[in-house]
Antibody, heavy 117, light 107 residues
Framework: QVQLKESGPGLVQPSQTLSLTCTVS????????VHWVRQPPGKGLEWMGRMRYNGDTSYNSALKSRLSISRDTSKNQVFLKMNSLQTDDTGTYYC???????????WGPGTMVTVSS | DVVLTQSPATLSVTPGERISLSCRAS??????LHWYQQKPNESPRLLIK???QSISGIPSRFSGSGSGTDFTLSINGVELEDLSIYYC?????????FGAGTKLELK
């Protein structure tokens, strides 16, 4: 069955770099796009960027200077790296997928990231 | 970026009533408008795709309508398990933006 699961450090110090991994199963990264979406505590959802099935990437312009998304298809993993973290980057980070149909049908459980010294 | 404005921010409901939630786009998104339900401490769940298309496994009391800039999510006979936050999302252009959400609470 289709599964996505985020993993990474729960705590990151201000100004440091966040590294998250989305491990998928039940589908191929060469057939589906994987997106990262985040949610600050008690707030709404923000689309961060995506890794497309063909290896292309797109980013939210508000984050583009700090964000990088990559993948390892042999390991069924998509990676997020974001530098210069600040306290307002605290929140739950989700990976989700679509198939060039622009809606997200499966989501990971999310991973909570706290930016604090 | 396309801005999605959801209203109301909070809606107090009585079980059994029919309700409508609104999502308005700052520019036309055609029918590339999707709805999600999010319960506390859970991931969002896709409810409706392309404004009005149903999703397998989602109760039939959920329906959607609209095109262009004005969209509605309706729940015909609210149940207690529907008390959640509902988000709209546009897929017409990047960045894929979400509305701020409508929270359903018990009256």
């Amino acid at each position: 069955q289709v599964q996505l699961k985020e993993s990474g450090p729960g705590l990151v110090q201000p100004s440091q770099t966040l590294s998250l991994t989305c491990t998928v199963s039940g589908f191929s990264l060469t057939s589906y796009n994987v997106h990262w979406v985040r949610q600050p505590p008690g707030k709404g959802l923000e689309w961060m960027g995506r890794m497309r099935y063909n290896g292309d990437t797109s980013y939210n312009s508000a984050l583009k200077s700090r964000l990088s998304i990559s993948r390892d298809t042999s390991k069924n993993q998509v990676f997020l790296k974001m530098n210069s973290l600040q306290t307002d980057d605290t929140g739950t980070y989700y990976c989700t997928r679509d198939q060039d149909n622009w809606y997200f049908d499966f989501w990971g459980p999310g991973t909570m990231v706290t930016v604090s010294s | 970026d396309v801005v999605l404005t959801q209203s109301p921010a909070t809606l107090s409901v009585t079980p059994g009533e029919r309700i409508s939630l609104s999502c308005r786009a700052s520019e036309s998104v055609d029918t590339y408008l999707h709805w999600y339900q999010q319960k506390p401490n859970e991931s969002p769940r896709l409810l409706i795709k392309y404004a009005s298309q149903s999703i397998s496994g989602i109760p039939s009391r959920f329906s959607g309508s609209g095109s262009g800039t004005d969209f509605t999510l309706s729940i015909n006979g609210v149940e207690l398990e529907d008390l959640s936050i509902y988000y709209c999302q546009q897929g017409n252009s990047l960045p894929h933006t979400f509305g701020a959400g409508t929270k359903l609470e018990l009256k």
